[in-house]
């Protein structure tokens, strides 16, 4: 199951934005694309 086109994906978890926005305010880095909003493979 490889997929090569990465650039199309956006990353499930922080849904594209490449952070998370926190309960308490402010924002956290998403660890699972590196900020970026892509998917990794």
Do not use: H, R
């Not at 594209?16 to 970026?36: A, D, M, N, R, W």
Request: proline share 0%; glycine share 18%; with cysteine.
């Amino acid at each position: 199951m490889a997929v090569k086109s990465v650039d199309t994906k956006n990353c499930e978890y922080c849904s594209g934005k490449g952070y998370f926005q926190l309960v308490l305010g402010g924002s956290e880095t998403c660890s699972s694309c590196g900020g970026s909003g892509k998917k990794k493979e």
